[in-house]
């Protein structure tokens, strides 16, 4: 489904991706650790198609189709979905508005006709009960004065809404209490089908007790230096990052 | 720079020799008239002024022309579904076939019409706000305009349609356009008023309103201003209102064309309990100027104001928003703010924000900000990520940030269909 070969990205001139190999297959859950700082959140915006950082090598295929030419809403209408590390506040722009948009860009992009209001109604109230959102914050705007927790939630009801075929989490357990670190867990296994991915950024052990990875892999300094299955991320729990570093 | 030579160019003396029929021979008319004989127009000299480059006014020919053998389809000036009072003006003339009087408990319809079976009440207020001396622009909508809307509310009234006064231009010619508005609301009263200016097959139009507003003690004026005349269309404004104890006015100006626009709005809070909301939204574009003046007068104890203007200027548009609040030594208790916020969408977007307090109370409760910024470019990502296109994304953003002036649009007719013509323009 995804694959990743040699690719290196630039931020203002700093190289912080130096080369990322990474193949990911429909059904898998990878994960991805790695110290603060060793470009993590860099690899998940340049999937993404964030434009501030320019790639300099490597190609990025999903489903046979290379992505870096596209743009960020193509890629999202691909099937590729980024829940924010920091999601950002959007005053003025109402969550229901912000999703309709958003669903009814994915279904003209496959030639349909935007969804009907009733369907579209019935649709948000099942995907809030999945993440256990309280019904009023989708009049709110998007992410304006949200707790961290429900910026967090608000994340994986989009995720919910769009069905991506991969889905990339970036720390979306950090800020989350424990009820709603299982919550959300759950909202995202309650996704889970045997045709799409997830790629899951974490510092936490925690969150894999829930996702349960077949792949952990361990970014430093813009590369991937290790890859394992999920006891790996035990091992890096147990024995932080130093051993890696070497 | 402007000099007498270039103003005397304006040649409205010639073009003018009607009188303003009410004030024929009156010592008002004199008054404006030597007021405007003696006075030059506003210039970059003049405080207030200083960002605001009236060249393009000058220098021209007008005529006043009343406008004949057009025909306006209803759909071009009424807005869906709101049932109001209309009175229609072309060119500054009344025209008396396209307005229609629906409500009965006020005196409501164009000056002229109104002047002689009510003379004693148009006297009585007409002027009494003391705008023809504000400044030229003034003096001369004093001295030579033609007609305009009368609207009075005797005590004790809630009025449920609102009054829209529509003001189109329509000529092939360079048309100088003048209306002069009278309101008064007497005490316990209430109504809405919306004020539309739009254009059809303009060439050259300057038009120079005046407006005069009397809140009578626990008055509720709510008014709305719709400006959306033609790309080239110019206009200056004054709306000059008196707060009597109590009252609650509240006004929404929304900007949306027209290359040389001037809103001056000067509230004089006289009675105490007065609350004055100013609500203000410019989308600019091209080479416009669009320029909001406020000045707010708490001369008395326990009133509060707040403004919020918005604007999104792109291209080589301009605009200026000058704030001032005087809080007078007595008026204590004031509570007054002010916030002017901007999106510049383009390098040679420019806006000159110029929020000011001047504060003799020491016991009060007044803040003021401004802030200009660009589009926000994470939250641009952030929409296209889900889908969004870039375009709509854009729209959605400058929507959203605009919205809160809209929401301020207590009639829902009028609400929806700014909203729509605004989503029009931002691409949302
Ligand atoms: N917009 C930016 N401008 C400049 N430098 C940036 C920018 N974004 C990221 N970087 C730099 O790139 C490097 C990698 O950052 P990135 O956010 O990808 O790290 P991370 O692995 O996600 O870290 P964390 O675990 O703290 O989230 C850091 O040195 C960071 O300072
Ligand atoms: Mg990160």
Request: charged share 25%; aromatic share 8%; proline share 2%.
């Amino acid at each position: 489904m995804l694959k990743i070969k040699n690719l290196k990205a630039n931020i203002e001139g700093k190289e912080i991706l130096r080369g990322i190999n990474l193949e990911i297959k429909p059904g898998e859950v990878h994960a991805i650790m790695g110290p603060n700082g060793s470009g993590k959140s860099t690899l998940a915006s340049v999937l993404a198609g964030r434009d501030i950082f320019e790639v300099t090598e490597g190609t990025v295929e999903f489903n046979g189709k290379n992505i870096l030419d596209m743009s960020p809403e193509d890629r999202s209408c691909e099937g590729i979905f980024l829940a924010f590390q920091y999601p950002v506040e959007i005053p003025g722009v109402s969550i229901t508005n912000f999703i309709k948009a958003a669903v009814n860009s994915h279904r003209k992009y496959r030639g349909l006709d935007p969804m009907p209001p009733a369907e579209f109604l019935k649709l948000m109230k099942e995907k809030k009960a999945l993440v256990e959102i309280e019904s009023k914050l989708t009049n709110r705007s998007v992410n304006t004065g949200f707790s961290g927790g429900e910026k967090k939630k608000n994340e994986i009801f989009q995720m919910a809404m769009l069905e991506p075929k991969l889905a990339i989490l970036d720390e979306t357990d950090s800020g989350l209490d424990i009820d709603a670190l299982r919550i959300v867990a759950n909202g995202v296994n309650a996704l889970k089908t045997k045709d799409n991915a997830s790629l899951v950024i974490t510092h936490y052990q925690r969150l894999l007790d829930y996702i349960v990875p077949d792949f952990v892999h361990v970014l430093y300094n813009g590369r991937i230096v290790r890859s394992g299955g999920k006891g790996l991320a035990l091992e890096l729990e147990e024995k932080g990052y130093d051993w890696i570093k070497e | 720079m402007q000099n007498k030579e270039e103003i005397k160019k304006l040649n409205i003396l010639s073009a003018f020799n009607n009188d303003f029929p009410f004030l024929a021979g009156s010592r008002l008319k004199s008054q404006a008239f030597d007021f405007y004989k003696n006075n030059q127009f506003p210039n970059l000299k003049d405080e207030g002024w200083r960002q605001t480059n009236l060249s393009s006014i000058f220098n021209t020919d007008y005529k006043e022309q009343k406008a004949s053998g057009i025909s306006l389809k209803n759909e071009f000036y009424n807005i869906e579904n709101l049932q109001a009072n209309t009175l229609v003006f072309i060119n500054g003339f009344y025209a008396e076939e396209y307005s229609i009087i629906i409500s009965k408990n006020l005196i409501v319809g164009s000056i002229q019409n109104l002047t002689k079976k009510q003379k004693e009440l148009f006297n009585r207020y007409f002027e009494s706000t003391g705008v023809l001396s504000e400044n030229n622009f003034t003096a001369l909508n004093t001295a030579f305009a033609h007609d305009g809307a009368f609207i009075y509310v005797d005590k004790n009234q809630q009025i449920t349609e609102p009054v829209h006064i529509v003001n189109i231009n329509s000529s092939g010619e360079s048309i100088l356009a003048q209306t002069r508005n009278l309101v008064v609301v007497e005490r316990n009263s209430s109504v809405q008023i919306i004020e539309s200016y739009l254009s059809e097959n303009i060439k050259n139009t300057f038009t120079n309103v005046v407006t005069e507003i009397i809140a009578g003690e626990n008055a509720q004026i709510n008014w709305i201003r719709i400006q959306k005349e033609a790309e080239n269309a110019k206009q200056m404004n004054h709306l000059k209102v008196i707060q009597n104890a109590n009252s609650n006015f509240s006004c929404n100006t929304i900007t949306l064309s027209g290359t040389l626009v001037r809103n001056n709005i000067h509230v004089n809070m006289n009675g105490e309990g007065s609350f004055c909301n100013l609500y203000g939204l410019y989308l600019t574009g091209n080479k416009q100027l669009v320029d909001n003046y406020t000045f707010v007068n708490h001369a008395v104890p326990h009133c509060e104001s707040r403004q919020v203007y918005k604007g999104i200027i792109d291209d080589e548009a301009s605009a200026v928003f000058f704030g001032k609040v005087l809080v007078a030594k007595d008026a204590q208790k004031t509570n007054a703010n002010q916030s002017n916020k901007n999106i510049l969408l383009s390098e040679n977007a420019r806006i000159n924000s110029k929020p000011q307090l001047e504060i003799y109370a020491d016991d009060v409760t007044c803040s003021h900000g401004s802030t200009t910024g660009q589009l926000d470019k994470e939250a641009l990502f952030y929409l296209q990520s889900r889908g969004i296109s870039k375009e709509k994304a854009r729209g959605m953003l400058l929507y959203g940030f605009v919205s809160e002036i809209l929401n301020k649009i207590e009639n829902e007719n009028v609400r929806n269909e700014v909203d729509k013509w605004v989503k029009h323009i931002l691409g949302e």
